[in-house]
């Protein structure tokens, strides 16, 4: 710490800015600071905006280094909890383990738009962090802190439509993750009556969208994307035909609030919100795709496909299925993909046999190597399957559009929300195990 | 912790309300709760509403044993950051001293009204807690969340007057706790032109204030209460004769957030405002009671008035003030309160040698033995003094009600707000000195 | 018109006063004052506001003299018309015939607060009316332009209660003119659950209600009115027993919008609004006082009784009810109300004999005294019946507060709404002929 | 009006459409329809809905034939009230004056939608008024109704801008008359800081604009178009240099208000708003097109330029430009236009020669041309000038456009609104004179 310090003071030009930053900072968590601290934490606020990059790397690491709590007194307290496990000794171990960074971070909070400006600062600590691992705990101390501040218990669901303000349905448009939306006549048709679209906000930030989901009201479940965002909705609508609830995209807006599970959350109060407006809804599910299947099947090793207890016969049927795609499209499967120089996604394998053999692939994919942490997993899949939702049905040939051949050969697939098993499949999904219909098992 | 959920099970009717609250908190932290955390914190709410004082109480008991952090645990990971000060060191050090219980509370605001119900919890906790200081931990924690929440960064400044809805007026009617509202016409004068009242509002209880203080505008520092709650109020109001803004009522409204000292920031962004609606305004000031003069002026030691490095001759008149006052009224001083069998408040002791001596040793009360957490110190004092104002002025027969006579034998005092010096009179305070105006001292 | 004008011009006062709002009067209805209409209208508006009630007057009288149409272009342009009943003939004559005045009235509202100030104008206006029937067209005037501006079509139906502001709530308190509303608390009763209160509200009078209607929802028609007002409301309410909605009070707020029925309207939309909130809504009613009975009966001529057509038996039967009740309670029959000097109302005669000669007697007078415009007529009987509500029910005993037995004997009537047969009744009533139920017919 | 009837009676299809709409329309009429006329009012409206457009004509002629008064019975009350100028006559005269149509028209406003309804009536009615002017008189009643209802004091002004409903900028970018919106960036620019946006609504059309003005707030009068509306805004706005408020666009957006004047008092109001939010504003002016210059010039009698007692040099002067126009482009003026084939608007003609005669000319047809109702009037003109306000500058070259350079071969025009002289200003221009400018003045 005392380095850090000292190597700060000796530049005179830090002293006009990150040291002054800091030093703002420590006066705010000085009993002297309470007093005043609203202007106090609007002036440490004024400052750190004023940092460049660099700036800001450095006051990052000065949060690192002088912000965090002193060892010897914790280990001191430790022993007395550990010796007599009062409410006394509990209460002072608490606060003196508890990073001091915290208490800045509320303090700093009592600015005027001081949320907002927290959340920023996290967004360029995540950047930083990366490269520098040693604000690994500093990120802890934001993440802590933003969990308890963004609980979905704080979060408004407000419903997106075509009455909402342009400024809003301008960051839709930036934010939107999955199938980007090409303008404001497209994003209209995702407004029509046969769609929907939720965001959460959190009540300081009320212009900022923090997750929006988008669904489509149809009468069955959907295999394919293109018909969802067909930009010719459909003449008439007849509500009383939506039968399935489909959740074809979910976005994060606030590179902020990374790793802050608001996607779970969202999409079971807007299941809710969707089935008290239509109580004949019956089926909620994702039209999703397989971002990590492409790159997974096309290293794949053929030998060691499978999992433990699996059936020879079908190992081997695997096996075949691989062997035959890398034979018909040769050994990097590029046959599958879009041609350079074509400008239209390429038509989808007709071929009978590349379709099945692509399903059971994808079916193995997301069973056997998505409950789990390693690079390959899918990460859309992980997401859901985490929520508690079921592996539904592949859908081969679902989304054609060049980035869905690329990342998947055009595979998608539908997760199912079911209120009634997300806790058990939750708690599979914990222990390694995905929950499949059959149909997806018989795939492979 | 064992014996408590063992007792818990040995009784069959625990099993049916307690005993399946704690079981359903457990659940909530686990894995599996997390999927669908939403639902099962609703449950466990519903829960706990039910249970009756006695089935509070052992909750709590549960909430202290069964949730607090494993002393070998902390111990260890409290070595290892010793030895280590790494970011992982450090990280796993502080998620294993931060008490479950708060991760606990967090996962119970995630239902509808989770906050709410949790500051409830909060409000029957400090019940129990004069009794049974074993729940002194878990208060901590309740505490530390709510402060985090509240923060005053997330509160909401609101204007309450006539046009406010019933329900809110209602409120404040039952929460004034310094001047008394008797009923809408009283109230009604206290929002009339020259008149303001704010209260803080959290955004996800918009239909409970927690904390409000009253105004009025006016062109010179007033000294005594009476006129300023008169209810009929001024025919005519000009804007332009506004010079003062006294704040002379603040009230709580949760008791479940004592402790979260929210009137500090209230007072400062309501100055703001006003300065910002009545740019003319000069001075921001107090009219307030002083709860704890008459019992210490009562019990008063007449050889130890004074402080260190007084003159003799101020010790002196400080004495001869309160034996004089003895004398005249009786050694209780019973003889400046109201008459029993009297209704009206009685007249003020108009002699003048009463006025000065009681002037004296408020002064010295105030000064003297405010700046400390002694029994005896004023709490209203020691609010206005550890925000950062100054001791302004003292009135004698301020308060001429039963209660003001009671309390304070009529004496009240203005304390000023002056943003120029709050930072600095505020550390005087946290040194034990009082910030005092020269007229003040000079009473002495 | 001159002489008016004149005699304006010679009393050098007027020119001060009425004599210049005249002028600019005349002037906004100029080419020239078209150009700055509003700056104009908002000068004239504030003019008249500063008139004395003597001023008002003089100025009504201008608008009568000098704002009317001239009879001669009338005449010419009529006989056009009716020589050839072109377009353009009859597009002059209209203009011609319209009085000035209804172009002033429009000219004056573009002013900020036009439209308050001309609703106040004619409350002014009617108090004059009375001894001034010179003003009878000027009248006609102003009530035919609100008719047309405070159209149903331009209103807002809005549900007071306890979250509505309290300046709204004040007014109601004032307003109520059937039962009394005694305080905040009796208010409060109200708008408990099983209670509703709606009231229209014009756009650009946001802060004034037009007239409200209170509604007591219950398992069955009710027979009399203390039950329905008693403080203390039921501790819980289920909304599932909801039969019958009461509309037991509806009160104007508007003296200067006399004689535009808003209260027909108000009835039927809530009772549209109620049935959509509560389905299982069977009935709509009210419990109405009958303010005409008790002097008509007093003044009543035995002889006379009856209707043409009627049965002798019938006839005898009426005035034997009478004749009975005038032996029992002496002529004037002031044996039936409360006694001078005893403070709380009188119990209801027990006499079977007096309730059902007072049945049958209110029966009669509701069902062949009120379809006319003769001066005895009930005018709350007239009101419902016209909008083609059905008598339904007669209720002895109904109202026992000292204005119920004063003004009818404590009797008490519902009518009954019933969308199917409003029309047809409605035509009935404009025939002279009430629509009844069986069960009041047979009273006779 | 019997052989209408009579007609629509013969076809048996009408009595399903036409017939059965105008049967009622006569209904809500009765005395029994008034009791039930908001249901009554709904069914005619959803009657009228579903007419195609001749249906809709045919209606429209039984409103004019069987809606209109009794021209016997107005020709007595006539001869009565020219008899006896009693208030009794006035009223029944009045009333029996009125077209019956317009309580038609008040009592389907009662109708839920009723308004809008009423206002695409008369917009459909407009459209058939050209070719058939028998509905003059229909018309009439509707704009006088409409203009009743549409008064400036009921209309709300909204600020239109990036915050604003998306459904409602569409209707923006749809509505915009004067210079086209390209899409949602153009309209972007057109909100920023340095822009305004204003509309009036009516309370009871929440979403329809029913007019909007388009301003630009600059440091000088503005001579060109093409600069404020380039898309690429300035980085950075100073309001401290907002002297010039520019009313820049003005479009309606309801045809079936026109004729109702609302841009008057929108250009006023708005006008009064910047004020009050920057105070230091000096000037309200247009920069406006001239869609009938080139037309006018075009046919321009060389003989006949100049006006009653204009000096034989400025005659002459007049009389040359235009010949030196024709000698160096063509007779037609063709020259001074975009050549066919050319994608870009022409360069403007640089000649010094050219741009003197051009705005010698156009001043002489703004200002002795357009305060006139002869069809070559320019209709922007007679507006801003018939408002009140002052010719100000001519500008040459002001917009460059293919519309520009077609209307008006590039000129502009910028109108003064100077609050003190537009009294003035407007009863000139009533007796023919339009206000300009010294500088303009001089050009011929």
Known sequence: MLDVIRNLRRDGTDRDDVW??????????????????????????????KLDADGMHRFFKVLAADFDPDPGEVLRLAENYAVSRSPDNLVKLARAAEPPRQELLRRLNRADGGTAS??????????????????????????????????????????????????????????????????????????EPDRRCFAFFHPVLPDEPLIFVEIALLSAMPGAIA????????????????????????SNCQPGLRGINLGNFLIKQVAE?????????????????????????????????????????????LQDALAGLRARHGADLSGLLPQPGSAAP??????????????????????????????????????????????????AAGDLSRKGLKQSFGMMVNYLYDLDEIEANHEKFMHGEVAAARAVLSLM
């Not at 106090?40 to 400052?47: D, K, P, V």
């Not at 419903?159 to 448009?173: C, G, K, N």
């Not at 994919?365 to 859309?380: C, G, K, M, Q, S």
């Open 227 to 250: 018909p969802l965002l067909d930009r010719s909705g459909p003449s008439n609508v007849d509500p009383a035909s939506f039968k399935v609830a489909v959740f074809y995209s979910i």
């Open 273 to 317: 919100r969707l089935q008290s407006e239509f109580p004949k809804l019956r089926t909620f599910c994702t039209l999703s795709p397989i971002p990590g299947f492409a790159a997974w099947l096309t290293r794949a090793n053929v030998e060691s496909l499978g999992a433990p207890r699996m059936r020879t016969t079908n190992r081997r049927a």
């Open 20 to 49: 002054k930053l800091a030093h703002a900072c420590r006066q705010l968590l000085t009993e002297r600071g309470e007093s005043n601290s609203r202007a106090l934490a609007g002036a440490a606020i004024e400052r750190w905006r």
């Open 346 to 395: 390429l038509a989808p394998a007709d071929d009978e046999a590349d379709r099945a053999a692509l399903s059971a692939l994808c079916a193995h994919y997301l069973v056997h190597r998505t409950a789990t942490e390693a690079p390959e997993a899918d990460p859309v899949g992980r997401f859901h399957l985490n929520n508690g939702a079921r592996l539904q049905r592949i859908n």
């Open 118 to 191: 927290i959340v920023q600062m996290r967004s360029r600590l995540l950047d930083r962090l990366r490269q520098d691992r040693s604000l690994k705990a500093v990120d802890a101390d934001f993440q802590h802190l933003l969990s308890s501040w963004f609980n979905p218990g704080f979060l408004k669901l407000v419903q997106v439509d075509w009455s909402s303000p342009a400024a809003l349905l301008e960051r839709i448009i930036h934010h939107e993750a999955v199938h980007e939306i090409d303008g404001w006549n497209d994003l209209r048709r995702r407004l």
